[in-house]
């Protein structure tokens, strides 16, 4: 057990809620400022091995975590859409797909 | 790099190796850019069936908490959660795929039977026992997805970034030296043959100067 990596939850609090009752143990029910410094001090804890936010935060969140979050191998940060439903990202797969390979998969997404 | 380098074969010999190393080069980028190419469409299909699960299933999960939440209120919700035994962590490892770190899930099942939740069955009602399984699946697909998704975006980005550099290489920096080594040794014929005359022509005079005499 020790040596396994924690997973969290940033989010609202139903959602955190819900987490718990999955056994997600490291739930943090905040919102915008707070969301993103608790996000922030999380990327540099090695002791957690997912970090799951709502898409919106991602959205919302500065340029520079941003870059940090993808640039972070380890926590893996794992946008979920909230209980409004997904919202389209403007970094999700299939626009960076396109961006990089010319590719377009938009109709294979549901 | 010099823009008019000295017509030497000095010069010449080295923006000739230079030529080479940069043909070298790209050729092993783009060798790179395939095998990453390659990798990405491997697991591109399993990403897109997990994202679109995950957000069936959360959209599920949080359906069956509301409900949940009007049968108990937040509270007791609360209360039962707290009661639930720790999920079991997820071991993160760290695969290197031609330079990208990818990481590299030890799955772990979250899901649990009913007994072994933690909370009383008895204290609450089914309401809450299908939000917490909603919740457990939805935190299985997010265990799967995360290493997938990740994966791919990580990927991308390589493959963009190495994409430029072929590009930089193929586009710029290789014709430039080309035309580079090509502007050397033409100066160097041109000064060839500027001395060869210019032998010719003293030859020519010093006979001329010394016909005259005999």
């Known amino acids: 057990m020790e040596s396994k ?7 609202d609090e139903a959602t955190v809620t819900g987490f718990q ?16 410094a608790k996000l922030a001090e999380l990327l540099s804890d090695s002791s957690y091995g997912i970090i799951i936010v709502h898409e919106k935060l991602m959205e919302s969140c500065d340029w520079r975590l941003k870059k940090r979050v993808e640039a972070t191998a380890k926590p893996i940060v794992v946008p979920i859409p909230d209980s409004q439903g997904p919202i389209e990202q403007s970094e999700s797969i299939s626009v960076l797909v396109k961006r990089a390979l010319g590719l377009d998969l938009g109709k294979k997404k549901a | 790099m010099a823009e008019n380098p000295n017509p030497t074969r000095m010069e010449l010999l080295k923006a000739k190796t230079r030529v080479k190393l940069a043909k070298k080069g790209h050729k092993l980028l783009k060798q790179k850019r395939d095998a990453l190419i390659m990798e990405f469409f491997k697991i591109l299909g399993k990403a897109q069936d997990l994202r679109s699960e995950l957000n069936a299933q959360m959209k599920a999960a949080y359906s069956a908490l509301a409900v949940a939440q009007a049968y108990h209120g937040m509270q007791e919700i609360k209360a039962a959660a707290l009661a639930v035994k720790r999920a079991p962590g997820v071991k993160v490892e760290v695969r290197n795929i031609m330079g990208v770190k990818i990481p590299s899930l030890e799955a772990t099942q979250v899901e649990k039977p009913l007994l072994s939740r933690g909370y009383s069955i008895v204290g609450t009602s089914a309401k809450i026992d299908e939000a917490a399984e909603a919740f457990e699946k939805a935190t299985d697909l997010v ?9 791919i975006r990580r990927l991308i980005l390589e493959i963009e970034k190495t994409k430029r550099r072929v590009n930089s290489l193929e586009f710029v920096l290789i014709p430039r030296l080309e035309s580079q080594a090509k502007l050397i040794s033409f100066r160097l014929e041109e000064m060839e043959r500027d001395s060869f005359v210019m032998l010719k022509t003293i030859k020519r005079k010093l006979e001329r100067a010394e016909q005259p005499t005999e």
Request: proline share 0%; charged share 20%.
């Open chain 1, 21 to 36: 009752l999955a056994g997600v143990e490291h739930g943090f029910a905040l919102s915008g400022q707070e969301a993103e």
């Open chain 1, 5 to 11: 990596e924690k997973i969290a939850v940033i989010a």
């Open chain 2, 143 to 151: 265990v799967k997805l995360s290493q997938t998704e990740n994966a």
